[in-house]
């Protein structure tokens, strides 16, 4: 349990740290309207959406073994408590400021996390019957197509859809990871949750992504944080036997709502990038220069000049001699 709870930890902070840099690379491209191959190569020339998903990749990496080792329900709560890393990150590198709000949702965070650990018991089947394998690639596809029908809308409310749909692929991914087949590699390329797992992470990507050009990151990270978090959870429970230790359900129940309470708290926080992108403010328009915009001045008028009273204004044509 310990390797387990250690390499979930860490791609926490994987994850915390890239979600900033996403976030910021995703404002950087141009809005998609409906989904199209030209997308992941616009966001593939910001660096920043790179870099955060490298670091999407290694926290994933990380959380296989979480996955494969520790209850559904602990790995989901404490891979989605990054926020509270991003809250940190944003203050350290990015000058954003911790209001009392933030701190409470840190705490309640790390409240949650450590009686969500306590409570943790068994992990359950690694396995699970071919019907389950075929309904997580179901589940994707459902998941691309509702995807591809809200691309082609804006709004809070669609960004909120988009961020529950990425949910779903990552919740879709983490429950393939549990029960993919792994005794040998013809194996892996003959069942259905290894293509649920690699439809469910490239589209969940795409989803965030989408939802990030349409609304805020609190609306995309708040709706993805309760599919993501509350869907693999129960299934986990439910179909596979994740258990918490016994006389200790209330611990485990408990720290599981408390620290996704505060992961609510924190999700205002991804709005972060969005303060440096706002362009500074100016008392009039701006030159190409960055500074005020140049008015033009005429010469006064000379001996000579004829007035012009072209569309009511005064204007002056010297004559040539």
């Known amino acids: ?9 860490v791609a926490t902070v994987c994850f915390g740290f890239g979600s900033v840099f ?29 870099l955060g998903t490298g670091l999407d990749i290694a926290g994933f990496a990380l959380s296989v073994v ?37 701190l409470l949702g840190i705490a309640a965070v790390v409240a949650g996390l450590t009686l969500l650990a306590l409570g943790s018991g068994r992990v359950g089947r690694d396995h699970a019957p071919p019907a389950f394998h075929w309904a997580l690639l179901a589940t994707t596809l459902l ?39 792994l005794t040998g590699p013809l194996d892996v390329f003959t069942d259905p949750a290894a293509y649920g797992l690699a439809l469910g992470g490239l589209g969940g990507y795409l989803a965030y992504a989408l939802a990030l050009q349409r609304g805020t990151v609190t609306a995309a990270t708040a709706a993805g944080t309760v599919s993501e978090t509350f869907g ?17 359900a209330w611990c485990a129940l408990t720290g ?17 990038e969005a303060e440096l992108d706002r ?20 010469a006064p008028p000379c001996e000579g000049d004829l007035p012009d009273k072209t ?10 001699p």
């Open 66 to 102: 979480a996955l494969r080792t520790l209850p559904l329900f602990l790995v989901q709560a404490v891979t989605n408590a990054g926020l509270a890393v991003t809250a940190l990150a944003a203050a350290r590198l990015l000058g954003a400021r911790l209001h009392r709000a933030d």
């Open 279 to 298: 362009p500074p403010a100016a008392a009039g328009p701006r030159g190409p220069a960055g500074g005020p915009t140049p008015v033009a001045r005429t």
């Open 1 to 9: 349990m310990l390797l387990g709870l250690t390499t979930a930890l």
């Open 143 to 181: 998941m691309l197509l509702l995807t591809s029908v809200l691309a082609r809308r804006s709004g809070s409310a669609a960004a909120a859809g988009l961020g529950l749909l990425a949910g779903v692929g990552f919740g879709v991914t983490s429950l393939a990871v549990r029960v993919l087949d």
């Open 22 to 50: 996403q976030a910021s690379g995703a404002r950087e491209t141009p809005r998609a309207d409906r989904v199209r191959a030209g997308l992941p190569a616009a966001l593939v020339r910001s660096w920043r959406f790179l």
């Open 232 to 248: 693999p959870a129960l299934v986990g429970v439910a179909a596979l036997g994740d258990t918490a230790r016994p006389g200790y």
């Open 311 to 320: 569309d009511g204004e005064i204007r002056t044509e010297r004559q040539v």
């Open 256 to 272: 599981f709502a408390v620290a996704v309470g505060g992961t609510f708290v924190l999700s205002r926080f991804g709005e972060v």
